[in-house]
């Protein structure tokens, strides 16, 4: 079974500063999708950012970006010129067929 | 349309209620899903849905009944809960399901069984 594991309960990042979440995976596949999904307070799940495991170039969205390791089997999400309405909790996802397995999360906390 | 709309946004039922939960789409999306997320946890799922039939029910008891009348439309019954499935129901959905583009969600049902 795939795992997904994110190893930081809770990140802090100043306002404008740059902050990285971290994200590993567990699979034996080899064509598979990771994805970057964002919740607030407000509940929904908002997708930030893809990643095709076949693409060896690193997927960018706007301010966040991630560094994709496939052999380390890692997938981390930096953002950049981090702003208030980033404060959210933060899922690493995995897709290799039909459905998403989801990481622990990280809550990121903003400070102004 | 790029939404997922989910209805109610809460709802509070007694153990001996019974109550539905809908979720719509009208993206062409063909496969629909499912997630049931406690407080500070990672949603999990429950239901797939593809091309409107039942693909994968992960061992979801049977005080959950799922239900897709077209392929715009997902519904979730519920009949003799418990306190402890008070949590954030999710809905979603993808093209096809092998959601490669990953899932759009809707904003939830905030689920109170007293």
């Known amino acids: 079974a795939q795992t997904v594991t994110q190893s930081q309960p809770e990140m802090s990042v100043q306002e404008a500063e740059t902050v990285t979440l971290s994200c590993t995976y567990d699979?034996?596949?080899?064509?598979?999708?990771l994805f970057w999904y964002k919740q607030p307070p407000s509940r929904q799940m908002i997708l930030v950012i893809r990643q095709e495991a076949y693409k060896q170039q690193n997927a960018t969205e706007n301010r966040f970006s991630v560094n994709f390791q496939k052999a380390a089997k890692s997938f981390s999400l930096k953002i950049s010129d981090s702003q208030l309405g980033d404060a959210a909790m933060y899922f690493c996802?995995?897709?290799?067929?039909?459905?998403?397995?989801f990481g622990g999360g990280t809550r990121l906390m903003v400070k102004p | 349309d790029t939404e997922v709309t989910q209805t109610p946004k809460h709802l509070v039922m007694g153990m001996t209620n019974k109550k539905s939960l809908k979720c719509e789409q009208h993206?062409?999306?063909?496969?629909m899903y499912w997630y049931k997320q406690k407080a500070k946890k990672p949603p999990e799922l429950m239901f797939v849905y593809s091309y409107e039939k039942l693909s994968i029910n992960e061992s979801v008891p049977s005080r959950f009944s799922p239900e897709c009348p077209n392929s715009s439309l997902l519904n979730l019954h519920l009949h003799a809960l418990q306190p402890e499935d008070s949590a954030l129901y999710l809905c979603?959905?993808?093209?096809?399901?092998?959601?490669?583009?990953?899932?759009?969600f809707g904003s939830g049902t905030r689920l109170t069984v007293v």
């Open positions: 993206m062409g999306h063909r496969a």
């Open positions: 699979t034996s596949e080899s064509d598979y999708y």
């Open positions: 996802a995995y897709n290799a067929g039909n459905m998403l397995t």
């Open positions: 979603a959905s993808s093209q096809d399901p092998r959601a490669n583009k990953g899932y759009t």
